[in-house]
């Protein structure tokens, strides 16, 4: 599993470009607050995003949680054969987003709308943010906001079957979401692009795919391994 909380944080990272619109307008706000100092802002941005990673984490451990417990059923060897399917299709699918070929991120946001509705409202009561205290409580608002990337990471979570590693997956999914947010301004603009490279982006997509590839190969070699 080791080798997927790094692919899970390089997914956060490659992907936080599509963070920005969602989430680089709290950032900014955070950043320039009138009355507030450098060393405020970045007080409130980390708290933020604090916040924002324990709601990815917590939301991680309920998807881990409830397929461990709804495949409790399962042998342990079907229920690894499940999660490494899984894992390799997601990995499939982002890699693929990655080279250009395939866009699911805006669908997979149509799927939390319903739940945004009644979430939202609370964030209003923390506006405009005064203290990093606010600041933390807008982040674990703000980490249920429809967002197909989130989504698509949470899918992997679920697919782990694990709450321990459910909630690991997105602990470090957020984290590699971070260089982005925290950094707003020149220093992003650099990571932009980074990641909005074609060469940059191929080679990542490319790397994700052949880490499917290599779930599966391990697949069978499981397989040979068990009938033996």
């Not at 790094?6 to 997914?11: G, L, P, Q």
């Not at 939390?112 to 409580?137: D, E, T, V």
């Amino acid at each position: 599993m080791e080798s997927s909380f790094f692919i899970a944080f390089v997914i956060g990272f490659l992907g936080s470009t599509h963070c920005v619109p969602m989430c680089g307008g709290i950032v900014g706000i955070l950043s320039q607050q009138q009355n507030s100092s450098n060393r405020q802002a970045v007080e409130k941005t980390l708290a933020y995003n604090i916040g924002r990673i324990l709601s990815y984490t917590f939301i991680g451990l309920l998807a881990g949680g409830l397929s461990q417990l709804a495949l409790l059923p399962l042998e342990p060897q079907s229920l690894l054969l499940f999660s490494r399917i899984f894992t390799a299709i997601f990995m499939f699918a982002f890699g693929f987003y990655l080279l250009g070929k395939l866009n699911f991120l805006s669908y997979l946001e149509k799927l939390g709308q319903h739940l945004w509705k009644h979430i939202s409202p609370l964030s209003r009561q923390l506006l405009p943010i005064q203290n990093k205290k606010n600041a933390f409580y807008l982040g674990l608002i703000w980490g249920w906001l429809p967002c197909g990337l989130v989504y698509s990471a949470l899918a992997w979570s679920l697919a782990s079957a694990s709450l321990v590693n459910g909630a690991l997956i997105m602990l470090c999914f957020g984290l590699g979401t971070l260089p982005m947010l925290l950094t707003m301004g020149f220093a992003s603009e650099k990571l932009i692009q980074l990641k909005n490279s074609t060469t940059a982006r191929r080679i990542a997509g490319v790397l994700i795919i052949a880490f499917a590839l290599f779930n599966l190969v391990s697949l069978n070699d499981l397989h040979n391994h068990s009938l033996n």
